[in-house]
């Protein structure tokens, strides 16, 4: 027989005079050996703590081991990349086109479900919150805590679990809510302030889709700012997961949110600021195909008597400026990149927004639709967000006229009706852009980056105009025309380059996102006017349009430490 017949120990504890003495006692009761031949009193304690680690601490310390290994990785990582001179994902040098999405920042990675856990809740950490928090209205308690691990980005299915947490304190959270409020929501004003600061401070109200568009804005916010930099990507991350899982909840649900759109809206806006163009693109074409769903191209329309909709004017101006905000993002990336438009113009009928003061009172007066706008003479103000819809749809039929001119160009050798709807693009640009400057002068709107987004958005269709002009055959009719779009062309291009650079005052925190796009038109037209007139310029002239183009690349580069839109179009260049 192999081991031990009987076992090396009697059963029970050994008395404590044994233990003191480091003695192996023979567990006789009521007095041991030992005792006994001392002739002293035997006592056994039979509540001793029994040996070993404490239940659930080796869990926690192979979980908090992972954490640190994690931040460890990437730490080594950041400094690689900043040796590199890749950090904030902008190369010092420009790379090929074909690495466009290699410079930019992975995104954190949540995919920790297979590690194990500790059973008594999450590590404590050094830099958590405080044994007490002043309380305040604004302040936002409900959130939970943001992990801040770093790697790639989940896929919908995985659950983020919270290895190494970064506790966000309430005032924190109020910080960037007002942020987001100081810089994110002039670019896009779609939430009433009241109603927002109502549903956020209501933990016992606030729906699945709201604390996810609650999770967007604090994503957003941080692109805005570089004191929260180091949470951006845990909390995109976050974003991100919730946004995915209410398209697997609701895949089979009739019904969408508001807040839903609104949500990926501003991840769209995230995402081409911080991430890379692809990502922002696919992310856009989610948020019209929302659009679409909800039939916010269709909330003014006559209705059906008994068939009108239960939101009251406050609501319906929300979900009229979500949608105006998403059909400005589509033609921003049409005109980017010449594609078709997803949103159709022609079926639109959702009124403009009223202006934003009112819609902040509660006062929401009701607007003419885009199509009166359109062919109305009224030297009236519109909202921002208004002036810059009605900018970006003169752009954009500008691009699709050129676009038709060039259809038209390969079945017949004239184009129909070329001449008049280029008159008519021009008139209505050229009043637009009257009315602009009557009712917000180009001296005065440092305040505003929407309206100084749609003077350079006026600017970008005057540029198209030329260029389609620049399109054909000239000849000794034709010649002093394109001369003459030429120099408007110029003029356009160097009050984009004169206004970026004014903008530096303002800070470029508070810029469009987009406002790289009309900068790098502005950069093509200078080059293109230099190579086609470089023989008929002046010294003089030729210096100031060599000076606008440097400017105009400056501020490009000024505006990738915080826009990565504008190391995407310097790799352009």
């Known amino acids: 027989m192999y081991g031990r017949a009987e076992p090396r120990q009697q059963p029970g504890y050994a008395c404590e005079e044994c233990r003191k003495k480091k003695l192996r006692c023979d567990r006789q009761r009521p007095q041991c050996g030992a005792c006994a031949n ?10 001793r703590v029994p040996r070993g680690p404490k239940k659930g601490s080796i869990g926690a310390l192979r979980s908090r081991i992972v954490a640190l290994e994690r931040r460890l990785s990437t730490s080594q990582a950041d400094d690689n990349d900043t040796a590199n001179g890749h950090e904030l994902g902008l190369a010092t040098e420009s790379p090929s086109k074909e690495g466009i999405s290699i410079q930019f920042p992975l995104v954190p990675d949540w995919d920790m479900s297979q590690q194990e856990q500790p059973l008594n809740g999450s590590i404590p ?15 936002f308690s409900e959130l939970p805590v943001i992990p801040t691990i770093a790697a790639s980005y989940p896929s919908p299915k995985q659950s983020p679990v919270s290895v190494g947490d970064v506790f966000i304190s309430d005032l924190s959270k109020a910080d960037l809510i007002q942020l987001y409020f100081d810089r994110v929501h002039p670019i896009a004003p779609i939430f009433n302030k009241s109603k927002t600061f109502g549903w956020i401070n209501d933990a016992s109200i606030i729906s699945e889709p709201q604390q996810c568009l609650q999770y967007a804005m604090l994503t957003s916010a941080t692109a805005f700012s570089s004191q929260f930099s180091g949470l951006q990507d845990a909390i995109y991350a976050k974003t991100r997961f919730m946004l995915d899982q209410l398209d697997l909840n609701g895949s089979d649900s009739p019904i969408c ?8 809206i501003l991840i769209t806006f995230y995402e081409f600021a911080k991430t890379n163009y692809r990502r922002g693109w696919l992310s856009a074409g989610r948020v019209f195909r929302l659009v679409q769903f909800l039939k916010l191209y269709d909330l003014d329309s006559p209705r059906v008597l008994g068939t009108e909709g239960d939101d009251n004017a406050i609501t319906l101006e929300e979900k009229r400026r979500t949608f105006w905000v998403a059909y400005c993002l ?23 927004p009223c202006p934003d003061d009112d819609f902040q009172r509660g006062l929401v007066q009701q607007e003419p639709f885009l199509a009166e706008t359109m062919t109305s003479a009224d030297m ?20 699709t006229h050129k676009q038709i001119y060039t259809i038209e160009t390969l079945y017949s050798n004239i184009p129909l009706d070329f001449t008049s709807r280029h008159d008519w693009l021009d008139g209505i640009l050229t009043r637009r852009l009257n009315n602009l400057q009557v009712n917000y002068p180009s001296l005065t709107v440092a305040e505003n980056p929407m309206i100084i987004y749609s003077y350079m958005i006026a600017y970008s269709a005057i540029m198209y105009l030329c260029r389609i002009i620049e399109t054909l055959s ?15 062309g110029l003029w356009a291009a160097q009050e984009i380059s004169r206004m970026a650079k004014e903008h530096e005052y303002l800070g470029y925190f508070r810029a469009h996102t987009f406002m790289p796009l009309p900068i790098y038109l502005s950069v093509v037209r200078l080059r293109t006017h230099l190579e086609v007139r470089k023989g008929d310029l002046e010294k003089d002239e030729m210096e100031n349009v060599e000076n606008s183009l440097h400017s105009s690349i400056e501020a490009l580069q000024k505006l990738q430490s915080v826009n990565n839109l504008s190391s995407y179009y310097l790799q352009l260049l």
């Open 474 to 488: 000239i000849s000794d009719q034709s010649q002093s025309l394109v001369w003459e779009y030429q120099d408007r």
């Open 380 to 399: 009236r103000p519109y909202a921002p967000l208004a002036e810059c819809v009605i900018l970006i749809t003169i752009c954009s039929r500008a691009l």
């Open 330 to 352: 589509d033609r921003f990336i049409s005109v980017s990149e010449g594609s078709p438009m997803t949103l159709n113009e022609e079926v639109v009928f959702t009124r403009l």
């Open 38 to 47: 001392a002739q002293i009193p035997c006592e056994v304690n039979d509540r």
């Open 125 to 139: 950490l050094a830099w958590g919150p405080p044994a007490t928090a002043p309380h305040s209205p604004l302040l």
């Open 257 to 264: 949110h508001i807040e839903h759109l609104q949500a990926w």
